[in-house]
């Protein structure tokens, strides 16, 4: 299994232009998370789907913000338009969630985006 | 206000010592997980610990979940060059991610040869 896939690796765009990131997710994993990570913050959780429903987008900055998960094992995350405070490492994870105890989450390699 | 906070923030040590970092809350969590992050990847997963007061261990690496679920520790026997990363404490307060997992900042830990 190739693990979670991240594109872009790096994104550098200009302020106020879309950016739009993409996930491939575990085969077989039915929660999705989208993360972004700052030295200042850490790492937040923006939002997060099982089994295609957004449960969780509370950490979403604004509306600027958007997520989809259009199949099970694909997702986007879409800022527009970007702003220089966007400027982090976003991580897409999945794992399996069945009730319970919270499973392993697998973390993809994360999209490192500059916005200038 | 951070919901777990990681202490120390930033840990140097020379190989072979011994250390200990913290995770603390004044939530519960049904669970606790400890990942490690290296430069220009994603986290990955050490650990989980369940049950109040639980001691898991990992080769030289020893996890401990507080009696009341609202703490945990890490600690590193011997440590060696290649434990040098991002440390970081997650934790699950409903049961089955429901909510999904928070974050702390994180322990960064170099080990000087």
């Known amino acids: 299994d190739a693990g979670v896939i991240q594109s872009p690796r790096h994104e550098v765009t200009e302020m106020g232009q879309e950016v739009t990131l993409r996930c491939k997710l575990i085969?077989?994993?039915?929660?999705l998370f989208w993360y972004r990570q700052t030295m200042m913050r850490g790492l937040e959780l923006l939002i997060y789907?099982?089994?295609?429903?957004?449960?969780?987008d509370s950490g979403m900055p604004e509306d600027r913000f958007s997520a989809k998960m259009p199949n099970a094992s694909f997702s986007t995350l879409k800022i527009q338009p970007s702003e220089p405070r966007d400027s982090a490492v976003y991580f897409c994870?999945?794992?399996?969630?069945?009730?319970?105890?919270?499973?392993?989450?697998?973390f993809g390699p994360g999209t490192r985006l500059t916005v200038l | 206000t951070q919901l777990l906070e990681q202490s120390p923030q930033f840990l140097s040590i020379q190989e072979g010592e011994n250390l200990t970092v913290y995770c603390n809350s004044s939530?519960?969590?049904?669970?606790l997980q400890w990942y490690r992050q290296e430069p220009g990847e994603g986290p990955v997963l050490l650990v989980t610990?369940?049950?109040?007061?639980e001691v898991k261990k990992l080769k030289r690496l020893t996890f401990q979940f507080g009696d009341a679920r609202k703490d945990s520790s890490l600690h590193i026997t011997a440590a060696q060059p290649g434990d040098t990363g991002l440390y970081l404490c997650?934790?699950?307060?409903?049961?089955?991610?429901?909510?999904?997992?928070?974050f702390g900042k994180g322990t960064h830990l170099i080990i000087q040869p």
């Open positions: 939530s519960v969590f049904s669970s």
């Open positions: 085969s077989g994993h039915n929660s």
């Open positions: 997650a934790g699950d307060r409903s049961g089955g991610g429901a909510d999904g997992l928070t």
């Open positions: 610990v369940v049950t109040g007061g």
């Open positions: 789907f099982n089994n295609n429903v957004p449960i969780d």
């Open positions: 994870a999945s794992s399996r969630t069945s009730g319970g105890i919270m499973g392993e989450q697998f």
